[in-house]
């Protein structure tokens, strides 16, 4: 039977495996939890001077001191680091590494990195006072450092009752790895309450760069589980029953294919091909008899992200954000697709950056109308929404978002609080905002949304919901149903109509 090294993360000790621990002995397994240095005493208990390579030598200890002749490792959140750190001195040891909702540093990477709270990881690295350790969070702040999704009211007593300060230096000690351990068995259990699915990470490992193929390696596998942050607390049989099938080499694979990922299928509308102009990051696809002198309105269309910089082809070229260009092209209006660069958690400035000199460009294009533009938001772009609602512009007439991230996911690195259509709609007044919204959506995704509705009822603001019941996140491609193409007939028609009120 399998050797389970359980590693907990921030804030916790080898008391939260507690449950999933006595289910994988129930079922013949050998476990062994962690006690990480300062994390299983009293608050304040951390020697001075405990930093990451404290906890890498305390996994070191566990497996050096098991007889078996391998462990599967297993790392929650930030116990990936000190996982990794372990691994990549005693890869002969290791079996298999667990990434538990964690993410993949490498060489160099701290875990201050990743740090949610921006005000904590702005201090951890380097802006205002130094900290000693950052404090345990209050009942109501866990959602700040993950998704809570599945925890009772208990569970998340319990983890407040036990949560300890984390030791500064467990942070911003940087993982120091050789590559030993980089050609190891892994496997990826992603709680989808914090953002990622695997439906997501075919996405971002449809490229042909280092992510994708570390995604893509015959070794690695991934499970889902309909849950937060803390699935040991929140789940902890499906958590012991993947963990088993984990150590077995079950899983799903995300495998290179031939076939078109869903983001490179055909549009589900059958619409003309028109040519474009290219300029800078900007294409445009003009309506027919569209010249300097009867300017029509634009939309502007916002890709998703974050994705790779490698990816090819870039997102102006997809078949979603090209056919919707050429639909609104069709229906008269100019369409307008912008290349912005959100390629990691903390570009968002840069792609707002982008999208604010690609709406410069189209309003001094001379076939534009300058004072009729509209932007529509898709996926993980929509979080750039939030400057289009905090201070609506006059040229502003209309927003739409199709299946659009509306809060950052719990999952995500730190995003600029500046970003958060769910508090700028409140400052939106009457801008109309039209929002196609599907019913198999990603949970967390889902949850912003909801909480974005909410706000924008409380403050009155002008939204207009297209729902699509049956649709995933990406059905403009992925899908090609009467639905589908109902529900992007209507948001078009929607905007055209109040670009030209």
């Known amino acids: 039977m399998a050797v389970f090294v359980l590693v907990s993360g921030w804030f916790t000790g080898s008391w939260i495996w507690e449950e999933v621990a006595d289910r994988l002995r129930e079922s013949g397994a050998e476990v062994h939890p962690v006690v990480l240095t300062g994390m299983d005493g009293p608050a304040g208990s951390a020697p001075a001077g405990t930093d990451l390579e404290t906890h890498v030598g305390d996994v070191l200890r566990v497996v050096d001191g098991v007889a078996a002749p391998q462990v599967v490792l ?5 116990g990936i680091h000190p996982v990794l750190g372990a691994a990549d001195l005693r890869p002969e040891r290791i079996a298999r590494v667990v990434h538990l909702d964690a993410g993949m540093p490498g060489d160099g990477d701290t875990a201050a990195q990743s740090v949610p709270d921006q005000e904590v990881r702005a201090r951890l690295l380097g802006a205002g006072p130094v ?57 990826g259990i992603l709680c989808t309450g914090s953002g990622m699915t695997i439906a997501m990470l075919r996405v971002v490992a449809s490229g042909d760069d280092p992510v994708s193929r570390k995604l893509t390696d015959p070794a690695v596998r991934f499970f889902e589980l309909a849950t937060g942050h803390w699935p040991m607390l929140s789940c902890p ?78 997102p ?17 209006a100019v369409g307008a697709v912008v290349d912005h660069r959100l390629h990691g958690f903390a570009d968002y400035p840069q792609a707002a950056g982008d999208l604010a000199a690609a709406v ?7 076939r534009v109308d300058p004072d009729r533009i509209a932007l529509w938001f898709f996926s993980g772009g929509g979080l750039l929404l939030a400057d289009a609602l ?15 991230v509306l809060a950052p996911l719990p999952a995500w690195g730190p995003v600029d609080p500046r970003f958060r259509p769910v508090e700028a709609v409140g400052a939106a007044g009457r801008l109309p905002v039209v929002l196609t919204r599907v019913g198999r959506e990603n949970p967390g995704i ?17 939204v207009e919901v297209v729902d699509l019941p049956d649709g995933h996140h990406g059905f403009d491609t992925a899908e090609p149903t009467e639905s589908s193409r109902r529900a992007v007939e209507r948001a078009m028609r929607s905007v055209l109509v109040h670009l030209r009120a």
């Open 390 to 404: 905090r201070e609506p512009e006059p040229w502003l007439r209309c927003t739409a978002a199709s299946y659009p």
């Open 237 to 314: 049989g499906e958590l012991a029953e993947v963990l088993r099938r984990s150590a077995a080499g079950e899983g799903h694979r995300l495998t290179p294919t031939a076939e078109a990922p869903p983001h490179l299928r055909p549009f589900v509308l059958e619409v003309p091909g028109r040519p474009r102009e290219r300029t800078g990051r900007v294409d445009l696809y003009l309506p027919d008899g569209a010249g300097p002198q009867g300017r029509r309105p634009a939309v502007l269309f916002v890709h998703g992200g974050p994705l790779p910089a490698e990816v090819r082809p870039t």
């Open 74 to 78: 297993v790392g929650h959140g930030y």
């Open 316 to 332: 102006r070229d997809w078949p979603g954000l090209v056919g919707h260009a050429r639909y609104a092209a069709e229906l008269g």
């Open 446 to 462: 889902a949850a912003g949304v909801a909480e974005f509705l909410a706000a924008a009822e409380k403050g009155g603001a002008a």
């Open 360 to 366: 410069d460009l189209l309003r001094a294009e001379p």
């Open 131 to 187: 900290l000693a350790e950052v404090p345990a969070p209050t009942a109501d702040a866990w959602r700040r450092w993950g998704s809570t999704t599945g925890l009772t009211d208990g569970a998340l007593a319990r983890l407040t009752a036990h949560a300890v300060p984390q030791p500064a230096g467990t942070l911003t000690r940087p993982l120091r790895l050789s590559g030993a351990a980089a050609a190891l068995p892994s496997t």
